[in-house]
């Protein structure tokens, strides 16, 4: 194994695990994650352009970047629209790679990973494994070593996504984590590590987004519509341009009538292609 070329840092949004399934579903009932990659050479890089975000879009002595508190923490003068175009420019000069993955509580197994039973945060994860693991086995990534490393927000959270790593396996085509990539998962304070805010920016925005999507109370129209103006482009692509970096897997409970009032059909129509 080569030495570490790649790290793709880790955020989750969402607790559903934590509570039982309510008579009305609402945004909480999804989990979510993002990974971003980034190139170990290219960290100095991407620091320099994370501090000069922050010192323009946001109040001072801001802590880190967090998706839940973005509209709290914006400088004066800047709104949600200017911070999210100003994070999506620093994804594409910083050539990062982003996958976005989630799932519903409530959910059927994934016939895929049926160690994951219905636990929808574990679903999540395997779905990101999934989709890096593709990478990391293709001949042009092979040759290096991969690491991974999850905000420590939840040291039990932690060693699952190392559980989940470690074994990873594609039941439905036999396929097993690559060998480039490390089977320890490392933890990392997202204070310190610029990529891990990114990370959770883009986990909780989706989530409105999904939710959006599938009718649930307490999704935001606006987060939703901020995360496919913005952020969806942003996502890894196929060499043919097709968005690889989503993947989500739908409950089999149905979507409630009339748990939104508004937007309407014509509104969220965009959404339902993610």
Known sequence: MGEIERILFIDESGTPGKSKLPARKT???????????????????????HTRLVSECFRPNLPEIKGASLLNDLAPGVDEAAALKRIAAMVGDSNLRIWVTGCELGCDPHPRYPGAGKKPAV?????????????????????????FVCDLSSGGDLAQFGTTVASFR???????????????VLGGDSRRWPAIQIADVYAFYARHAFGVKRGLAGASVSKGEAFVDFLYPTLQRSATKSVVGWATWPSK??????????????????????
């Open 170 to 184: 594609d039941a439905l085509v036999g396929r097993a984590r690559a060998h480039s990539i490390h089977a320890e």
């Open 27 to 49: 945004v909480n009932c999804l989990a979510f994650c993002a990974g971003v990659l980034l190139e170990w050479k290219a960290l100095p890089q991407f620091v320099d352009r």
């Open 253 to 274: 409970i149905g979507v409630s009538t009339g748990v939104l009032k508004t937007p309407t059909y014509t509104q969220l129509h965009k959404f339902w292609k993610l």
């Open 123 to 147: 679903i999540a994860r395997n779905l990101l494994v999934d989709r890096v693991n593709g990478m990391a086995k293709s001949p042009a990534y092979s040759d290096y070593s991969w690491l």
